[in-house]
């Protein structure tokens, strides 16, 4: 590194995840003092976390030499690069040879550190272990720690736009939208494989969630969908489940909670009265932590690709749309500790990411085609499971095509064209000719087929019924590359009403727990912060009864 840099402030650019991130360096008396993120079109959940971490780091070596940060490779490596242009424009005249390492390379040597010891441990820093957290704190837990094997937390949660299954909220009495405990039950377990027990306390959490969420500052002030939905936004214009991560961090740290990021779960103590801890590994060492209660909040196996194919096979060639820290460890640690698992033959898979964002798109739309790189449609829009998947995985490039009226029919399409992931199109001649490079005339014939099918004048070769809405091809269109995706695995570590986690007799195996899109269940989000408050208050009174 140089010994001194020109002072001054100096703007660079590199390319990200998605376009170009932009930077300002600072340097003062010879050294970086700051940098700050300008423009840049990464995802807003992910460098929101990422960029303070990397930051920090650049500044305290004064230099760009430096771990990524891990589940933000590609965002933070752009941050590198642009501050080392930067210091280019300062005067570095040196070499530097920038990596995407993060410091967790499998084949890093870790030396032995001493253990730790705490009362309650939560493995995984997503919803469920937030939640979980939170509420053992509440009641009095003294010692939680909550460990993250990757540098940011909020899991998967952080992504996703629609926090869904949510009765008894503020927003729904606001809009005269009244679900009853009676109907919310009957409508899950419409859908669900979880017990009577586990759909009793689902209910039961569903109607309290609001006002608990509203204690930690969360607002999910808009309420959208048909008469009983239960869907809900922060508001009109934004996502929700960012905006509830984003403060469940901040009452985490608020309530003096542990948080160890960069720390991996490799491990469980199990001895014969229970589970009294875990073994863990960070950047640098291996060690315990022993603990008098474990809550397992790790997420599915969606990123494992071998884990894939044993229990969905078929679905393993299929891209995850999840977070990259889901890897199944705990259904592997399971598998060797007579833990429970079951339904791992579950996948949710669905038909519209972003390629190559790997951000969600439309759901609640119906005049749509999917065309292959010849403008011609191959599959039924409507469809869905491994085997559709596995079919538009096959007729890749497959483009999205949608009008106006689809666009402002949904909240996610809607912000991706503002934001300019998907590119607008005055006619099909110039979508044909500047968003897919294939034939006009074949992409017109296969519009008005389509609308034909919906007008009812020839049936549709690929749906059983024909979509309901034509596709305005005289007006504007838009059109983006998507790819299908797994976008979570359902099956996994069987647990109780109570999130007390089962042996493969049964048996409620003592001072373990689970939450989340680790265990067993045909819930989401919701289930996940549900059932993370109920691990951790039931954790707390296992901790209590067992001084």
């Not at 390379?105 to 820093?125: C, F, N, P, S, Y």
């Not at 875990?278 to 315990?288: F, L």
């Not at 005055?426 to 044909?432: C, D, I, K, T």
Request: proline fraction near 2%; charged fraction near 30%; charge should be negative.
């Amino acid at each position: 590194m140089p010994t001194a840099l020109n002072d001054g402030t100096y703007k660079a650019s590199a390319q990200g995840y998605d376009r170009e991130i932009n930077i300002e360096l600072e340097i003062a008396d010879g050294k970086i003092s700051d940098v700050s993120l300008l423009d840049n079109q990464e995802t807003d959940a992910v460098i929101e976390r990422a960029f303070p971490i990397i930051k920090e780091r650049i500044v305290e070596a004064n230099s760009p030499d430096v771990d990524c940060v891990s589940a933000a490779t590609f965002s933070t490596y752009a941050v590198k690069e642009a501050v080392l242009e930067a210091m280019k424009e300062a005067g570095f005249e040196g070499e530097i040879e920038l990596t995407r390492s993060t410091g967790y390379e499998e084949d890093r040597e870790l030396v032995e550190a001493e253990d730790k010891e705490t009362d309650l441990l939560i493995i995984g820093g997503g919803p469920s272990g937030l939640a979980s957290a939170i509420d053992a704190k509440i009641e009095g837990v003294e010692n939680v720690t909550i460990i993250e094997k990757l540098d940011i937390l909020s899991g998967n949660g952080k992504f996703d736009m629609n926090f869904f299954d949510l009765a008894n909220s503020k927003a729904m009495k606001d809009a005269g939208n009244e679900v009853t405990k009676e109907e919310y039950r009957e409508r899950f377990r419409e859908k669900s494989w979880d017990s009577d027990e586990r759909v009793d306390a689902m209910t039961e959490g569903a109607f309290v969630l609001d006002e608990w969420l509203r204690d930690k500052g969360i607002e999910l002030d808009y309420n959208f969908g048909w008469e009983g939905s239960m869907s809900h936004l922060r508001n009109e214009n934004e996502y929700a489940c960012n905006h509830i991560q984003t403060k469940l961090e901040e009452k985490a740290k608020d309530l003096g909670i542990e948080i160890l990021t960069g720390t991996k779960g490799v491990d469980l103590i199990l001895e014969d009265d229970g589970v009294k801890g875990a073994k863990v590994e960070d950047k640098t060492s291996k060690y315990t932590i022993k603990s008098k209660a474990t809550v397992i909040a790790t997420g599915g196996f969606s990123m494992n690709k071998d884990l894939v194919a044993k229990y969905i096979p078929g679905a393993e060639d299929i891209p995850s749309s999840n977070q990259m820290g889901v890897t199944g460890d705990f259904i592997t640690i399971a598998e060797n500790n007579d833990i429970k698992l079951e339904h791992m033959d579950k996948p949710v898979i669905f038909h519209k990411m972003l390629d190559p964002r790997r951000d969600l798109t439309g759901f609640s739309m119906d005049n749509f085609i999917f065309v292959n790189e010849n403008g011609e449609r191959f599959i039924a829009e409507s469809d869905s499971g491994i085997e559709y998947g596995q079919k538009m995985m096959e007729n890749r490039p497959v483009y999205f095509i949608f009008d106006e009226k689809a666009k402002d029919s949904f909240m996610r399409p809607k912000m991706q064209v503002e934001k300019g992931y998907i590119k607008e199109y005055n006619s099909v001649e110039e979508l044909a000719a500047d968003g897919i490079g294939c034939s006009k005339d074949t992409l017109i014939q296969t519009t008005e087929d389509f609308n034909a099918a919906v007008r009812g004048e020839k049936e549709d070769a690929f749906r059983e019924e024909a979509a309901k809405d034509e596709l305005d091809y005289e007006g504007k269109l838009y059109c983006v590359k998507v790819t299908p995706c797994l976008h979570m695995t359902k099956g996994g570590i069987v647990a109780n009403s109570k999130a007390q986690v089962l042996n493969t007799s049964d048996e409620v195996i003592p001072g373990l727990f689970a939450t989340g899109e680790v265990t067993d269940t045909s819930g989401a989000y919701t289930s996940s912060v549900i059932f993370g408050r109920i691990s951790g208050l039931e954790a707390s009174k296992y901790i209590k009864e067992n001084k």
